[in-house]
């Protein structure tokens, strides 16, 4: 009985050394993503400086009514403490002349 | 087959040349058009409203706002699309003061698409009225100008017109300094009319806010005046008053008072436009015999006369072939400087001219000269003061230039032929009583910055006019004649002195004689100190006659009487 001369190369493994590189599709859809991503970052800032705006106005529009009630708090105040109002209050009304009984140094 | 391709083809080339040519004319040709109407679209151009400035006045040391701004809005009602019942109801019941429409005028015709149904509505009350969530109703915000202490001072402060400009008085004066300037947002915008940040052209020019003015006036003088000026009018049946309280130490000016007051809220129910006149600062009147005070001043300052300088009184002299007569008809005979000042005797203040002139028998060139020089050039007569807002142009006549110099400056000794201001006269007056140095009279005391006073720079004297020593007499001369008025009683413990003023009306240029108003200047101080107010007092009528000394005196007596309470002078047995 012949053993196969060849046999002693089953096993052997063999390294075929060859350049991988891409297909041309593979490449463009590559390209594609990566033209998309960048869109898509683009986009997402541009949308996020949108939403900042929209939260600049909307805090923009509470300090404008704050200070509406501010003023109308100043205002009120203002009434309140007018000269007329003192004169008119029913303290004021109340009270009677000073009597003048000496005057010391 | 061919050839239908070939007119396929044809079409087709045809109609994109058509296209082409459309983007060209769009693109290049009609370029600038279209950015604009883009732009237009969703560009946001604003003004941004420059907040006007307040108007303060003090409160003792403090500085109180008299003048400010409010919110308020228009209401709006959309005949087509609001609901008629509802909407009555909601708005009689919050905005029911502001009406400016009738409802059955609002809804008479219902393709209208805008009506204005309320003015000034309040905050508050947009508030409610939003809450009931109407359809058809919407609000415009607007600003006005609100008085929290009503009335007062009306005549100084002026008013701000529908257009946001000031009018009369400190609005009108200082308008450019309240206005402030507007500035610009130009942005790109959502369809909701948000400001955006992208794109490339965005401008922001911030609004620089109008300053907040404080005046000298302090308001409890200005209360207590305008009082004692409604009191002198019930008592007398004077329709108008004016009054100026004045600190005769740096000119500063306590209150400036003008009755009838108006409502500048309100200002175009004002049925006479001569409520917003500041007769203080813009009407030019004939001081009468207050004048003589200056005429005094500046022949004992030259040193022609004393209070002891006597003349003989005939009642009357003549001067350029007029006679010109006393208003008191007593006291005949020789009679001390002194004693004419008291009566307020025309032919004393024309002996003065007399002597200041070195002959004292005749007014001459000399005299003149003299008077002119102290009038105009020393106590500021005849010539705006430089206080801070608007008056009047005022002029005084020319010692040589003209015909009847003589007779005309023997009227200008007391006060006639001679157009001033009462602010000129108070000041001049304040020079006269403070020891001879005169004051720029001023009513800006500085500013509120971010809610802190900022006060301006204390003035400086500007010149003398007379000498401590004559300025001494004088007040002691003017303590004197207040003293001939019986009803002249002061608060005890006090050096109070001043000089009645009654003066002929002037109508189309032409003095009358059925018609006198009535003046008072003096000043107050605790005794042997120098004055710590001087008030100038003017009562008036269509009409009638008045006297300085019994309608005007009593006026000045009550301020005076609250200047010492309120300024705590302290009195001297």
Redesign the interface.
Known sequence: MRESTSNWGRNRNTIRHTPKSLGSVSQTVILGVLVLIVGMIYVAQ?TK??N???EL?SLEGEISELE??K??L??ER??L????VA?DSEVAVAMEDAQVSG?AD | MKKRTNILRFCLLFAVGVIAVRLFFIQIIQHSEWVAKADAQHTLKNTIMAKRGEIYMMDGDEA???V????VYTLIVDPMMADEEKTKEVVEEYAKDNLVAKWEDVFKNKTRRYYIVARNV???SVEKIREEELIGVSFQENTKR?Y???E?ASGLLGFVNLDGKGQYGVEGSLNTELAGTNGLLKTVS?VNN?????GDNNIKVPAEDGKNIVLTID??V??AVEKALANGMERTGATNASAIVMNPNNGEILAVANLPTYNASEYWNVKDAGSYINYVFDDPIEPASVCKTFTFSAAIDLGAMTPETTYYNAGYTTVDGWKIENAYKGLIGTVSMQTALGWSLNTGSIQALRLMGGDADAINQSGREKLYDYYYNKFGLGQKTGVEIYEANVAIADPNVGNGRDSMYANMTFGQNIQLTMLQVAAAFSSVVNGGEYYTPTIVAGEVKDGEFIEADKKEAVRRTISETTSATMRDMLVKARKVWKNAVDKKGYTVGGKSGTAQAIKNGQYVFDETYATYIGFGSEKGEMPAYVVMVRLWADGKTMNGGNDALPVFTEISDYMIDYLKL??T?
């Open positions: 541009g400086a949108t900042y705006d929209y106005s509406m009630k003023e109308d100043a205002v203002a009434r403490t007018s000269v007329a004169q005057y | 109180v706002a008299v400010m701004n409010e919110t309040s905050r508050a609100v929290p202490e009503g007062l959502d948000i400001a955006l940040s992208i308001r409890n200005q209360y302290k009195p047995e």
